[in-house]
Each structure stands twice: as structure tokens, then as C-alpha cells.
């Protein structure tokens, strides 16, 4: 069985960082990528950035460079920085993995492509 958790959301002020932290549990030796997903609400859920097997990183476009995406091996733990943190920032973030090698997922970062998924940590960020 696997589990995804998240944590580490909140309300913080504009410019601001935070780490959020995605803990897999079960089969993770399977996962080909790992990915952050936003949603707000009336929206459906995009894509912010993926990382493939603990390696390549992959990024939307409309992140700017302000977030980083990266794996804790020894926990099994995917973190995403965010810097200089923006209104625009707020929302319902998920941790997403699927359980197959193929790097599609990782690179179109489109929520069909994910298997699990976390229930989600909230961040909002006030001006």
C-alpha cells in the first residue's frame, strides 16, 4: 500500500520561504516520478514541478525559478522550496507519484499521468 503525506503548509507573508515536505511510505522503489501539484479553488490542479527516480528535475513554466524540487533518499521524502513567496503562491499543494519508469509524467506534468496522491497541504500567503 502506498501512502503519500504531506506537510509543511501554512499562512506566511509575501517573500517569505517554505519547505514542503511529501513522506512516501510502501512501494516507493517503484516510483518513476514524483510530483507538486497546486490547486485553487475552481481550478483544477497544475503541475509545479517533478522529479524523476531522485534525479531530474523538471519544472512548470510559471514557476520563475522560485521553487526547487528535490529527494531525500534515506526518508523517502520529495521536498519543494519555495522562495520569495508570492500571493499567487496560495493553495492546496499535492504531493502526486506514479509507479511505472516512464519519464512522460515527470516532464508533461499533467495530473492523468499521476497514480497516488497525497490529501494535500494548504499555503496561503497574504501581502
Known amino acids: 500500500q502506498v501512502r503519500l503525506e504531506e506537510s509543511g503548509g501554512g499562512s506566511v507573508q509575501a517573500g517569505g520561504s517554505l519547505t514542503l515536505s511529501c513522506a512516501a511510505s510502501g512501494d516507493t522503489q517503484s516510483f518513476g516520478c514524483v510530483a507538486w501539484f497546486r490547486q485553487v479553488p475552481g481550478k483544477k490542479r497544475e503541475g509545479i514541478a517533478s522529479?524523476?527516480?531522485?534525479?531530474?528535475?523538471y519544472y512548470a513554466a510559471s514557476v520563475e525559478g522560485r521553487f526547487t524540487i528535490s529527494y531525500i533518499r534515506a526518508s523517502h521524502t520529495t521536498e519543494l522550496v519555495i522562495d520569495n513567496l508570492k500571493p499567487e503562491d496560495s493553495g492546496e499543494y499535492y504531493c502526486?507519484?506514479?509507479?511505472?519508469?516512464?519519464?512522460?509524467?515527470?516532464?508533461?506534468?499533467?495530473?492523468?499521468?499521476?497514480?497516488?496522491w497525497g490529501q494535500g497541504t494548504q499555503v496561503t500567503v497574504s501581502s
Open positions: 522529479i524523476y527516480r531522485g534525479g531530474n528535475r
Open positions: 502526486a507519484a506514479v509507479n511505472n519508469w516512464q519519464v512522460a509524467p515527470c516532464s508533461d506534468l499533467e495530473e492523468s499521468g499521476y497514480f497516488y
